[in-house]
């Protein structure tokens, strides 16, 4: 995989894109970018590795339905999350062209990424690229949902679990004319 090619057909696409060698890296420039605003971020193992709560709260109201909320917050903490300014996600998956593949269970990380945020970061780790997308799909569909359904279901995971969590499938093909987007690319495994 090559991250330069990658870097200038997701630029083709109209993203703003970012490499970083580490997670530490891309943390500590996204608390540089996202201050004073309403954070919220989808279901991602790359974010909690990152430790992206945690950092981004200090200067942030953030939203995350794997984090209890704050004292006071709505209790409805995703309808808090789709109100945000800024949304984060992971992706299952990109192909070297730039294609953008996630799956999802409830459909809220899919919805967010795709409207209604002022602007919407995606993360990504080299373990994500793949060479086209139909193996970009492919990824999402068994090593993604597989290894999210085994964290979600332990010892209750059963032939139906990867199913109950794969849903909804979205591809980005190009930027949504919504809002910016901003891809950060980090030269580490990351989340599943």
Excluded at 78 to 101: E, F, H, K, M, T
Excluded at 138 to 148: D, G, H, I, S
Aim: glycine fraction near 6%; include cysteine; hydrophobic fraction near 35%.
């Amino acid at each position: 995989m090559n991250f330069d090619e990658l870097k200038k057909n997701l630029e083709e696409k109209s993203y703003t894109v970012h490499f970083f060698d580490t997670a530490e890296e891309a943390k500590s420039y996204m608390a540089e970018q996202i201050r004073n605003t309403t954070v919220a971020i989808g279901g991602s193992m790359t974010a909690e590795e990152m430790g992206l709560y945690e950092e981004l709260s200090k200067n942030n109201r953030v939203h995350w339905h794997w984090r209890k909320p704050a004292e006071g917050a709505s209790k409805n903490i995703l309808q808090d999350a789709r109100q945000a300014d800024v949304y984060i996600s992971s992706v299952n998956a990109i192909s070297q062209q730039g294609d953008i593949v996630n799956i999802d269970g409830t459909g809220n990380r899919v919805a967010a990424t795709i409207f209604g945020h002022k602007k919407v970061y995606f993360l990504i780790g080299k373990n994500k690229l793949t060479e086209t997308l139909e193996e970009a799909v492919e990824r999402a569909k068994t090593k993604a949902a597989t290894l999210n359904a085994e964290r979600i279901f332990k010892d209750k995971m059963d032939e139906k679990s990867v199913d109950k969590i794969s849903c909804v499938l979205s591809v980005f093909w190009r930027k949504p004319n919504s809002c910016p987007y901003e891809v950060i690319l980090i030269n580490e495994d990351l989340g599943y």
